[in-house]
Every structure is written in structure tokens, then in C-alpha cells.
């Protein structure tokens, strides 16, 4: 089983410009999360989804928007990618009601 | 305040020794917790989830204080591949998006 993937695993932004993380999961997850780390900040929540179709804001969803579409991904764009947004994002995903969160291997992104 | 704190460390410990690190949460709702590794550019994964009762895992022994919400993890002879970040994490119900503390980095020195 593959698990999580994220692609792409490393991407250069201009400021401004616009781009898609993908992550998908072959394990039949219900919830799916994308999460960003920063050093010193931890990990912290963008948005999460419990279903096909359902998403939600976590910590900090500001200038990110996600969709999901297919059970089995969950995308999350950045509309006009500012500095700010350089980051390494990870994707988790976890069966209804478990608490395993099975991580992507992250994706490092810089805007400059 | 933030909802998990950790000390961030380093700890830096001969092969070995006994380590401790301790982590507090601010949601007394929190129902749910764990220790997770991350190594040095790769994603988190689950070391052990925390029981009330306290519990261990070969070397590691986790422990849970709900009156004082305190969490602590113990590493008892350390080994060289045990260096990582260990983060702290606290869900409040089985639906509730996991919080992460910021982590406490171990380097573990021959």
C-alpha cells in the first residue's frame, strides 16, 4: 500500500502565483487534514475534511482553500501564494472515529 | 495561552541515560493522547498513544495526569536512533482534529 501521497514533495513559488497540493490515500480514510510546520510554530491545522464533499477551517485557513471531491483526496490550493505561506505541509488522514493519523511525506514549498 | 506546551529542549544525553519530557494541555474536555516522533525532515509518526492507567512500550513509558493535565514520556537506556523531535498531541472527542505541541528535539550523543 502506498498510504499518503503528496505531491509534489518540493515546489518554488513567485509571489502571487497560484498552485494545487494533492494528497491522496488508498486506505479508504473518512478524514483527511492538511497541516503546515514551521520552525518553531509546530504543526498547525489549515483545514480538515470528515467526508466526500465536507471540509472545514482549522487554525489557520487564511489564503488556502481545499476541496474534496473523491474520498480518496484531498486538495488544497493557494489562490495568490504570499512569502508568508513558505512552509513544509504534511497531509494526515485517519479512519472514522481513530486517532492513527497516517502522514504524507510533506511538501516543502517557497514563495519568493 | 497554547493548548499543548512543551519544552522545546534540546536534551542532549550520553547513550544510555534516562530521559524525561513532560508536556501540559490547556482543554480540560481533552479526552485523547499521544506522543509522536518526527526525525529531522520527515513526517510525524505515532510512537504510543497515552493512557490513563499509564503505559509502556519497551523502553518507553508514558504517563497522564488529568487533574494536573500533564503528559510526560520516558526514555529509559537511550540509543543513538532514538534522536528525533517528540511531539506532544491532545484531541478533545474521537472527531476533534489533533492539536500538536511544538515538539522537544533529543540528541542522543555516542
Known amino acids: 500500500n502506498a498510504g499518503v501521497t503528496q505531491t509534489p514533495k518540493f515546489r518554488v513559488l513567485k509571489t502571487g502565483q497560484s498552485m494545487t497540493l494533492l494528497c491522496a490515500q488508498d486506505?479508504?480514510?473518512?478524514?483527511m487534514y492538511w497541516y503546515r510546520q514551521d520552525p518553531g510554530m509546530g504543526l498547525r491545522l489549515i483545514h480538515y475534511s470528515v467526508g466526500e464533499g465536507t471540509t472545514a477551517k482549522g487554525e489557520v485557513p487564511d489564503g488556502y482553500n481545499v476541496s474534496r471531491l473523491k474520498k480518496q483526496n484531498f486538495l488544497l490550493g493557494l489562490e495568490s501564494a504570499a512569502p508568508s505561506q513558505t512552509s513544509v505541509y504534511f497531509c494526515?488522514?485517519?479512519?472514522?472515529?481513530?486517532?492513527?493519523?497516517?502522514f504524507g511525506s510533506g511538501t516543502r514549498l517557497t514563495v519568493v | 495561552r497554547k493548548e499543548v506546551e512543551q519544552d522545546p529542549g534540546p536534551f542532549n544525553v550520553p547513550e544510555g541515560a534516562t530521559v524525561a519530557f513532560n508536556c501540559t494541555y490547556s482543554?480540560?474536555?481533552?479526552?485523547?493522547f499521544f506522543w509522536y516522533r518526527q526525525d529531522c525532515r520527515k513526517e510525524p509518526k505515532l510512537l504510543m498513544s497515552v493512557y490513563s492507567s499509564g503505559n509502556e512500550d519497551g523502553r518507553f513509558t508514558a504517563q497522564l495526569n488529568r487533574a494536573s493535565q500533564y503528559i510526560s514520556l520516558l526514555i529509559r537506556d537511550s540509543k543513538l536512533s532514538d534522536s528525533a523531535t517528540y511531539l506532544c498531541v491532545v484531541s478533545s472527542s474521537g472527531n476533534t482534529p489533533l492539536v500538536f505541541g511544538k515538539g522537544t528535539r533529543l540528541s542522543v550523543i555516542a
Open positions: 486506505m479508504n480514510h473518512e478524514y
Open positions: 494526515a488522514s485517519t479512519p472514522r472515529g481513530a486517532f492513527g493519523y497516517t
Open positions: 482543554n480540560s474536555a481533552s479526552q485523547s
